[in-house]
């Protein structure tokens, strides 16, 4: 287990992201208060250990933003978790 430096909600209020500082977004999801942690969804590619780089979520929830030690943004799909864009 990693230490999780910043989190966001989705907005549909059912998952919760956390940067974690094993370089990746771990998800939970949020049933009645219970979180559970979702392993199918994996956003990783970028490098945050050590840093307390944020992570959020597009107005509509299609896309997950994580930052990175270098400064740059990784985009990610939410449905697919694959890297959309790096900025």
Same mark, same amino acid.
Not at 28 to 41: D, L, P, T, V
């Given at each position: 287990?990693? @230490?999780? @430096? ?10 919760? $992201?956390?940067? +974690? $500082? ?5 998800? &939970?999801?949020?049933? #009645? #208060?219970?979180?559970?942690?979702? *392993? ?6 970028? &490098? !945050?250990?050590?840093?307390? !780089?944020?992570?959020?979520? +597009?107005?509509?929830?299609?896309? %997950? %933003?994580?930052?990175?030690?270098? #400064? *740059?943004?990784? !985009? &990610?799909?939410?449905? @697919?978790?694959? $890297? &959309?864009?790096? %900025?």
């Amino acid at each position: 287990m990693h @230490t999780i @430096t910043a989190t966001a909600m989705h907005p549909s209020g059912e998952f919760y $992201a956390g940067q +974690s $500082a094993d370089n990746q977004v771990v998800i &939970y999801e949020n049933k #009645g #208060g219970n979180f559970r942690r979702i *392993r199918a969804k994996k956003f990783d590619n970028h &490098y !945050c250990a050590g840093y307390a !780089c944020a992570v959020d979520f +597009s107005y509509d929830g299609q896309f %997950l %933003l994580s930052g990175d030690e270098r #400064g *740059r943004i990784y !985009c &990610y799909d939410w449905k @697919t978790s694959k $890297a &959309y864009r790096v %900025l």
